[in-house]
């Protein structure tokens, strides 16, 4: 998913230098403002600094067509992610008709009212400028999650969000030049536990959906994989400097060659679930 030199969102390797020590002190802390649920925009906007291969035979078809709600509400979050991918890596002569097919999702979902003229706006006002469309596309899924809860979407949203987490696993994981060859994704797939948790926390509520309750399983069967890393618990030490607290120790867990392959084939499997 990343080309070499490590391209990143229209930053040069300078400039990505200088931030890429901040993104990783930040982006667990900034990983979403809504219910502590990252967008696939800023999953990519960590990943784009990392040490990858961009592959847009990753992403799924914008022509596919689903019915049902199930499959509608899965793949309308994979094409999110697959927008984000998109944008991330400035391939603007592409995403246009994965917002086609968002819009016409989004209709036979009956949430178009909450993206549809958001959808519009970024197209037209944006479509010359990446960087920004990226920005607010963040800003436009932050939004949206409330407005769906208000009219009574929540189910659909947990669906939404199930489907672009796993899109944006397979995505990472394609990104991959393997277990060990790209040790800053391995990293940010161990990193990738805090957001399923979150996101199975924010699906608990709509567990009485049988499909949510489905998918909330299957979270459950990738988070048991990674009872697999090795872990090693050191003591935590308080330490003050400069006025600020500093809490340093605890568990810190690092992916093996197992635990990678296994989590390689589930998402695989699930992801193929999802887009077929």
Sequence with gaps: MMVAGLISCGETSKEKDKKETKLEDDKIENTGISFNIPSPSEQFEIISYL??????????D?????????????????????VA???CFDETSKYLQYF???E??????GISEVFTSEMTSLIKDYSNSPDSLFKLSNDTYTKSFQKLIDIEKGAELSLMLAGGWLETMHLIIGTSKGFGLSPKIDKILVDQKIVAENLIDFMIDYQDDKDVLNYM??????????????CVVENTNVN????????SGGETCTMNKKTYNKLKELIKTYRTEVVE
């Design 100 to 102: 086609n097919q968002l």
């Design 51 to 60: 040490d990858g291969i961009k592959d847009l035979s990753l992403i799924n």
């Design 240 to 247: 003050e400097k400069d006025g600020k607290i500093m809490i």
């Design 62 to 82: 914008p022509k596919r067509r689903y019915e049902g709600s199930l499959k509608q509400s899965l793949n309308f979050g994979a094409y999110i992610a697959d």
């Design 85 to 87: 991918y998109l944008t």
């Design 104 to 109: 016409k999702v989004g209709k036979d979902l």
């Design 217 to 230: 399983t299957k979270m459950g069967k990738i988070l048991d994989l990674y009872q697999e890393l090795d």
